[in-house]
Each structure stands twice: as C-alpha cells, then as structure tokens.
C-alpha cells in the first residue's frame, strides 16, 4: 500500500515563531518520514499577516503550501503574490473578486496532493460565503484530481470545526483547525477515515497570549482601552503541530499524531520582521 505523509503546523507567530519551526523542521521530516509539509503563516510577520519574503523562508525550508486566514490582507505587497503564485492560500470562501485561490494541488514523489483553505463564521468578523458549501464546490472539482486532500479550516468556534470534520468525513483525507493557537487533544480518524484535530495550535513564546506579550492583552480586558499587540519574544518556544499519514489510493488516513515541542534555548535578536 502506497501512502504519504503530511506534516502540519498552525500559526507560526512572528520572529519567535519562525525560529522554533526553522530549528524543529528537518528533525521531525526525518523522525516521522514526512513526505510534505504544509504551515499556517497568517501571523508568521510581526505577529500579523506574511510577506513574500517569508512565504520564501518557509519554502526554503521544506514547505511545500503556506495557508493563512483572517491576517492575510495585512500586507499590500501580498496581494500581488497571492494573484503570481500558488504555494500561497488564502481562505477560499472570501469574495471571488479577493487575489489568489484558497485550493491548491501540488505534486509529491508522484502522487497529486490537494490542499483547501477555508474560514469559518461563528464568531469571527469578516462576512464570508458558508465554508460547508464552498467545501462542496471546491470537492466537486478538486476530488477529480486527487483523493489525497488536506483542509485547513481557519475557525474560532470548536462547534463549527467538528462540524465541517463531520460533514467531510470520507470526501477528504485530512481537515485540521487553526485561528485559536490553542492546540486540542482530539486529534482522532472519524469513521469514513477522515483525520480530524480542532486545533493544530501554533509556534511563538510559551508564555505568552497567543503569541504576543501578555500585558497589553490583560490592560485591554481591564480597560476596554485600545492597545499596541506586541510579539513576545523571550522563550520558552513551543513548536505545535500534527502528521497524518494517508493511503493514496482512498485517501483515508491511516494515522494521525501530534506534535508539541517545547524549547527553552531559542533567542531571538530582536529583528522582527
Ligand atoms: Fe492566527
Ligand atoms: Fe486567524
């Protein structure tokens, strides 16, 4: 049986974030004998949105998709990147007239590999089309390249990304969540074989609120003030993610395995980009 393995991280935050996946990466391609990897890099530049120039470090460092979310838009320069190449994601169900694509395929020691990035609603701002539907028409087409499909589900709300896990149960190989940088233990194979996690959580300080310094976030709930969200850059760093491992020729994932490393060596200098 011939199968292929994907490495997943959630949002990697800022410089810190970067570090601790850049020192990570090729030590886990080896451990787990990924096959390919694919970040959320939505907060991966100061916290918020990505630049060209880092879609280039994280496929310099063996990524083959980078998926994003509600931070996409932050940067001007990313737009033109979204509309010339496809190893960039942004969330397919915001209006069609938005640049780029949130369906990729990508090719990998032969066998075609179909990644999907979608936002979810319940409780978030941005007013998108309904990502269950947006699954359907993007499965109508994209099932007809490959079996071998792995979703991104960028979502605030538990009950909406079980949700989708459920609906897409069978038609999908994996669906993984992102957005809340809170990793989950649920990770499980549901009955049709789709691999499911709520949360893949993300990369950045260990002591920190999803990523950016505690302080400001605590002076906000306190005063309902409005606050400068800053990186938080001293470690420990923890390094989230998961692998799945999936049979080619069904597309039904055999395994899946999370992934938390904590580090207390990372230093980083203070360049944040
Ligand atoms: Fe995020
Ligand atoms: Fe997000």
Redesign the pocket.
Known sequence: MKTVRILFFG?IVGAPGRAVFQKHVKALKEKHKIDAIIVNG??SSKGRGITPRIVKFFRHNYVDVVTT???IWRYREITEYLQMHDDLLRPENYPAQCPGSGVTTFNCNGVTIGVVNVQGRTFMRDHLSDPFKTMDTVLSFLRTKTKVIFVDF?AEATSEKIGLGFYLDGRVSAVVG??THVQTTDERILPQGTAFMTDAGMAGALHSMLGMKKEPIIENFLTQMPVKFVVEDQGPMILCGVWVEIDVETGKSLHIERIKIVDHDIRVDGSEE
């Open positions: 949002d939505e907060n979310g509600n931070h960028h992102t957005h």
